[in-house]
């Protein structure tokens, strides 16, 4: 197996496993070594995981601006010694001015966006669950310095610069502010500086969240939309709920009990898949091939359930219930009436892991959808528009994720807490898509009943199963040719941006896992990221 690399300022970080819970601060794995970096000195200042949290996700949107932002959405679960974990769903919303009778294709940059939710979110994790011990501006601050001072280009980020960064030559003057110089595509080792992303920053730090939403920067936003062509008011923004805030969907595998995102995100598919990966394991024979074929049915059968029988955004826990209720996995034998194939390639988010000294532990998957956004942004305020309005279902205004004003988009998002008797032992995520649910599912699987360090789940080599086709990362003539017999295709993805031996289009999970009685944080080597520990 493939040594994980994991890397960060040499003070700060190290591949060591993290100090046990009671002596430590924290524990803290992000997609970016800057906002380790970040959420480990907000620890050691005094914040707690959910500070830590905040100035983690401002400091992604700096130094992860292809993922997430200032012009995106999350989802969160958290849990709290003897309590039971909640999911705050930071979805973003399609706005008022949305055309129910648009087709895919007749989006613009600008009318791909819905309405940002992530500064509300972060203002509500602040103000409900920090600590009390750093202000809403101290927690920004270390955004406002990587922007202003800029951050090194590592090794994957160049890769999507590569290949994506094109959109940003072809944006013009607004999109000028994530090139080198304003006019070359970065290469490793560049350093961008974003100074106008660090005055907006400035000011939701110092005026606070309802600047995006009510003051100069909502007015901005709605006077860029309004001279584009997009759907995003100011009335849109001022009228932007609060984070939805409920218990987390749950269930049990192999004795631990699993707690993800409910509805419009995807952890309901990922445990569906997690409930027939157990059946499956206690039918199957030991050998791997079984064990990989069993793990594509799951996942394909996932996939089938949400898209003809979604759950329903109230009630899930009892919906979800019922489903597994006498749930059995299919016959291998079978022949699947298959729907046509999906790429399903171009969706791109974060994710990060917390877990504090008092017992509190943070999941969050964020994201702006594609990789940069919309590819839209506005020259005055320096962060990139989301594409969620590409999520909806387009022209079935029957179905469940028909485009329709105020809705939640279709989200894979799978943030997950693991406990095992009532104390929590593993916090992990991962970007990608609907490949968001593959990775985390394995990842758990792996942890669980291989009883493989953290380290080594991460870095072992993945599958994804979508519709007829199934991609895997690392080719088994045995495994293959079962999974053709199946009537599965079956394919590897391009390697445009693999790291070594691994391709992060199998996703990048970042976990924080209990083992023999200490917090080890990991960072997935398909991307930059970095985990550590703080005393």
Not at 442 to 469: C, Y
Request: hydrophobic share 35%; proline share 6%; glycine share 8%.
């Amino acid at each position: 197996m493939r040594k994980l690399v994991v890397f960060l300022w040499a003070f700060a970080i190290s591949c060591r496993p993290a100090e046990p819970q009671n002596e430590c601060q924290g524990v803290v794995s992000t997609a970016s070594p800057g906002a380790t970096e970040a959420g480990l000195s907000i620890l050691r200042s005094g914040g707690n995981a959910a500070d830590a949290a905040v100035a983690i996700s401002f400091v992604l949107g700096v130094t992860e601006p292809a993922m997430s932002g200032l012009g995106g959405g999350c989802q969160i679960i958290l849990s709290k010694t003897d309590e039971t974990p909640i999911a705050i769903n930071g979805t973003t919303l399609a706005p008022t001015g949305t055309d129910t009778t648009i087709t895919k294709g007749d989006l613009t940059p600008y009318t791909k966006s819905s309405i940002p939710s992530m500064v509300k979110t972060m203002a509500y994790l602040h103000r409900n669950h920090g600590s009390g011990n750093l202000t809403w501006a101290e927690l920004i601050d270390p955004a406002i310095e990587i922007a202003h001072k800029g951050f090194v280009v590592g090794p994957f980020l160049a890769k999507v610069y590569q290949e994506y960064g094109h959109h940003l030559i072809e944006g013009g003057a607004p999109l000028s502010q994530w090139l080198k110089n304003g006019q070359d595509i970065p290469v490793e080792g560049d350093t961008i500086k974003q100074p106008t992303l660090a005055r907006t920053l400035k000011i939701i730090a110092e005026k606070g969240p309802d600047s995006f939403y009510k003051g100069e920067i909502a007015q901005q936003i709605s006077r860029d939309m309004q001279l584009n062509g997009g759907w995003i008011t100011l009335e849109d923004l001022k009228r932007f709920p609060e984070p939805r805030v409920s218990p987390a969907l749950t269930t049990t595998y192999f004795s631990h009990t699993l707690y993800t995102s409910p509805p419009p995100a995807g952890g309901a598919t990922m445990l569906y898949a997690l409930e027939l990966m157990e059946k499956y394991h206690t039918i199957a024979k030991s050998d791997t091939t079984n064990d990989l074929v069993s793990m594509v049915l799951s996942l394909h059968q996932a996939h089938e359930n949400r898209r003809h029988d979604p759950l329903p955004q109230e009630d899930f826990q009892k919906e979800f219930n019922q489903k597994i209720k006498g749930l059995a996995p299919a016959n291998i034998t079978s022949q699947f009436s298959f729907k046509s194939n999906s790429e399903d390639e171009n969706g791109e988010t974060t994710h990060y892991s917390v877990v504090d000294g008092s017992g509190m532990s943070i999941a969050v998957t964020a994201s702006i959808n594609a990789y940069f956004g919309s590819r839209a942004a506005s020259e005055e305020l320096g962060f990139l528009y989301n594409s969620y309005m590409t999520d909806f279902i387009f022209e079935d205004p029957t179905n469940y994720y028909a485009i329709k004003p105020g809705q939640p988009a279709y989200s894979s998002m799978s943030p997950t807490i693991v406990r095992k008797d009532e104390q929590d032992v593993l916090v992990l995520g991962s970007p990608g898509s609907k490949r968001i649910i593959s990775a985390v599912a394995q990842i758990v699987k792996f942890w669980v009943t291989v009883n493989s360090d953290i380290q080594e789940a991460v870095a072992q080599p993945r599958i994804h199963a979508l519709d007829s086709s199934v991609w895997v990362e690392e080719w088994n003539k045995t495994e293959v040719d079962r999974l053709l017999e199946l009537g599965f295709k079956v394919k590897q993805p391009q390697n445009n941006l693999s790291m070594g031996d691994l391709n992060a289009y199998f996703g990048g999970v970042h976990a924080i896992a209990l083992e023999y009685g200490k917090w080890v944080g990991t960072a997935d080597p398909r991307r930059d990221g970095a985990a550590g520990g703080c005393q």
